[in-house]
């Protein structure tokens, strides 16, 4: 294990033996920040200087980047880190290992937690991921303004984001359903437009036989997204809620099970994949009374059979309109007629 260690997920500081050091400056976090992310790779002066000035540089920007530089330096040297930051012909490199960055540590653990999750080992992959969000103390580059470093974090903080997702995937699957509720309900606080998270929250609320905050959990996301950016939920949501309402058994905890028949945005779908496709509820089919076996057809019981699977279907439709009527109640909504069978046609 390393001496030192830079910390860069949360308020840029280093640590040591002896405590911590500081970066002061917004100009001097901005460089070794940077660096962090972009470590063992040279960072050209120019890009240094963009990420500082954006562009708007003064004449002397090329100076000044030397003069950051040294500072930190005459810093790492009082810590016995001589060798942190390198000079090449084009810009600086900054040496960092899991063992001496919590970047670097993070994505060794996140690849560690992926690789066991492909290889179905579930209870070893939610310890790697967990172990490796442990290490997330707030945002990275949080307060500084710069608008190239903001995108440069923007792919780290994606990849928390993520791997949040890929974790509580995992512990759906493992059955923690009630457990990870309050979790849930924050990060879906945090981030309010990324579905995958609502869908989350709904899965275990529903596993937690809490249908009606389920469904609340959809409208409040339905109306948030229609009121702020004239959208409607992503087509798996609404599949999501579709199956809910129609309490569809596949829904239903399962340890052995992969989520993403349940959800559509299941554990394989990584940066950038956006919503998987999940597989649609079939609702005329359930509209359709079951096939009778047996010897020859009575008619008189079939129709009783009928008539039975008709009273059920209209107080499943007639629950079904009340949720709707609660949640778009200015829309017009009706009953559908249940498909008649052949005897009653005869």
């Known amino acids: 294990m390393a001496d030192h260690q830079f910390r860069v997920l949360g308020p840029l500081e280093v640590a040591h033996p002896g405590g911590s050091l500081t970066v002061a400056g917004a100009r001097q976090q901005t460089l070794l920040t940077m660096l962090l992310l972009h470590a063992n790779q040279v960072v050209p002066v120019s890009r240094l200087v963009e990420a500082i000035w954006d562009d708007m540089p003064p004449s002397t920007a090329l100076a000044q980047v030397r003069i950051c530089v040294c ?88 990849e928390h984001a993520t791997a949040l997702e890929e974790c509580f995937d995992l512990e759906l699957r493992q059955g923690l359903h009630r457990t990870m509720i309050g979790e849930l309900f924050v990060q879906a606080s945090d981030h309010p437009y990324r579905e995958r998270l609502s869908a989350q929250l709904m899965l275990a609320l529903y596993r937690s036989d809490r249908q009606a905050e389920a469904l609340e959990v959809y409208r409040g ?76 057809p009575d008619r008189r019981s079939d129709l009783l059979h009928q008539l039975e699977w008709e009273n059920a279907w209209l107080r499943t439709c007639h629950a079904a309109r009340q949720h ?23």
């Open 71 to 158: 500072r930190l330096r005459r810093a790492f040297d009082r810590l016995g880190m001589e060798d942190a930051v390198r000079t090449h012909s084009s810009g600086y490199l900054l040496q960092a290992t899991a063992d001496s960055s919590d970047l670097a540590r993070f994505e060794e653990l996140l690849d560690r937690g992926r690789a066991a999750a492909t290889g179905r080992r579930t209870g070893e992959a939610v310890s790697l991921i967990r172990a490796a969000l442990a290490l997330w103390r707030g945002p990275v580059a949080g307060g500084l303004e710069s608008p190239l470093l903001q995108a440069s974090a923007s792919r780290v903080n994606e």
């Open 221 to 296: 996301l339905r109306s948030r997204l229609d009121e702020e950016l004239g959208i409607e939920p992503g087509a798996a949501l609404r599949r999501l809620q579709q199956r809910i309402l129609a309490q569809d058994p596949r829904l239903a905890a399962s340890s052995d099970r992969d989520l993403s028949p349940a959800t559509g945005m299941g554990p394989g779908a990584g940066l950038g994949a956006g919503l998987a496709a999940a597989r649609p509820v079939s609702i005329a089919a359930s509209r359709r009374p079951p096939a009778r076996s047996g010897a020859a």
């Open 324 to 346: 709707l009527l609660g949640t778009f109640g200015r829309l017009p909504i009706s009953v559908p007629a249940p498909v008649p069978s052949r005897s009653k046609a005869s």
